[in-house]
Nanobody, 127 residues
Framework: QTQLVESGGGLVQAGGSLSLSCVVS????????MAWFRQESWKEREFVAA????????SYQDSVKGRFTISRDNAKNTVYLQMNSLTPEDTAAYYC????????????????????WGQGTQVTVSS
């Protein structure tokens, strides 16, 4: 059974940085497209970034381009999200998501496309 476990959230001042990690159990991590989404309690889950199974393609929400970097280490079954220049608008629960099958396309931004989800890690940015 595939399980995703996020870590690295916390409280940070505006302008600061945080690094999130998501460890994926199972044997097929190198075939998974991985993504990060975020959600504030009263809003719809929002795409943040995605990375292809071999790391050669990435996609970002416009508001995080140049500030956030998604990466992966297939040897460690782990995907990362480095977040710099954080603002209070980045405050949310951050979720790791995965879909198998070496897929890529416009659907990477659609949370309904992903099959596996982590439990989330809270990121709070104070002003």
């Amino acid at each position: 059974q595939t399980q995703l476990v996020e870590s690295g959230g916390g409280l940070v001042q505006a302008g600061g940085s945080l690094s999130l990690s998501c460890v994926v159990s199972g044997r097929f991590f190198d075939s998974y497209t991985m993504a990060w989404f975020r959600q504030e309690s009263w809003k719809e889950r929002e795409f943040v970034a995605a990375i292809s199974w071999n790391g050669d393609r990435t996609s970002y929400q416009d508001s995080v381009k140049g500030r956030f970097t998604i990466s992966r280490d297939n040897a460690k079954n782990t995907v990362y999200l480095q977040m710099n220049s954080l603002t209070p608008e980045d405050t949310a629960a951050y979720y790791c998501a995965a879909v198998a099958g070496r897929l890529w396309g416009t659907s990477v931004v659609d949370h309904n496309w992903y099959k596996y989800w982590g439990q989330g890690t809270q990121v709070t940015v104070s002003s």
